[in-house]
């Protein structure tokens, strides 16, 4: 009888079907072409080297990047929600405004888009990096101080991480970037996540 029902129970265990594995948990990156990887071959941009940093240093993480060359705080806005519920990431990293400051919008209207994607990815579970945006000092002293303290307000409000991803030693080099003079290049991609991971490190889990 005990033969009988020990083989009963190895043929159950065995015809039990097997659980799923968890899907990785992820980074959702939304950002513009800083982190769209504009001009690079594919695989050189600071998202794709942080995706192979996160394997080398054993964290299980899957990077989605969801930026797009060009976007806006506004179209970042419209977009997040679809991202969060398809994505369901662990850590939402904004690289946004930087076209909107270009094209001079009002500054009130980036950040209430900016605060409106920070609320959005907190209230979905996910912890929040943002990357702050400064201006060239040709915008005028007033205008780029203004915007870089919508950044360091956000901060302070909703006590997140923030970076910045364009560091003096890359914005101030011409040789860092691409011949259009706005885009950095392949040599400078290593130093942009080398400004993101220590802020990205306390996020992260094993």
Not at 168 to 176: F, G, M, Q, R
Request: hydrophobic residues 45%; positive net charge; aromatic residues 6%.
């Amino acid at each position: 009888m005990r033969v009988f029902l020990g083989l009963v129970l190895s043929l159950l265990a065995f015809a039990a079907p097997a659980r799923a594995a968890e899907p990785p948990p992820v980074i959702l990156v939304v950002g513009d072409s800083l982190s769209a990887g504009y001009g690079l071959a594919r695989g050189q941009g600071w998202v794709a080297l942080m995706q192979q940093r996160l394997k080398q240093e054993g964290y299980g993480y899957l990077v989605v990047n969801a930026s797009v060359s060009g976007e806006t705080s506004d179209g970042g806005a419209q977009r997040l929600n679809r991202a969060l519920a398809t994505h369901r990431p662990a850590i939402v990293i904004l690289e946004l405004g930087g076209n909107d400051g270009l094209r001079g919008l009002p500054l009130p209207r980036v950040r209430s888009n900016l605060e409106l994607m920070i609320m959005k990815s907190r209230a979905a579970g996910a912890q929040v990096l943002l990357l702050a945006v400064r201006m060239p000092t040709n915008y005028g002293p007033k205008y780029a101080n203004s915007f870089e303290g919508v950044y360091a307000d956000l901060v302070k409000r909703y006590r997140i991480g923030s970076a910045a991803l364009l560091s003096d030693e890359i914005a101030l080099d011409l040789a860092y970037f691409q011949p259009d003079g706005v885009h950095p290049n392949a040599a400078a991609q290593p130093l942009l996540l080398a400004n993101v991971w220590p802020q990205l490190l306390p996020l992260l889990r094993r």
